[in-house]
């Protein structure tokens, strides 16, 4: 009867580990800062399946980035395919950098537009 229970117990815990799979699956958490997500630990789940980072001013590089869900800017993931703007000399910058990753949006696009180190900018 021990064998029994053990095969059953087994069972049970591989049923909850495909149901916790099945009820994420969908949806992946991104870094935020927005006001809301305080209270979520600065994070946020998004069903679009998508992160986004965006310069506060397109027209100044050195601006502040905004990060969170795409959920929270837009219905549809199109917003991914975002215009550019032109900076002060000329050069388009990205106003909106989309990424589909857990977590992938934390690091930002001042480390995605900053030169490597060593280089003149």
Known sequence: MDRHSSYIFIWLQLELCAMAVLLTKGE?????????CVATGYMCKSELNACFSRLLDPQNTNSPL???CLDSLASTA???QAKQARNHSGTAVPTLECC?????NYRGLHDVLAPPKGEAS
């Open 28 to 36: 992946i958490r991104c870094y935020c800062d927005a006001a809301h």
């Open 66 to 68: 905004t990060h969170g």
């Open 78 to 80: 199109d917003l991914c």
């Open 100 to 104: 589909h990753e857990d977590m992938c």
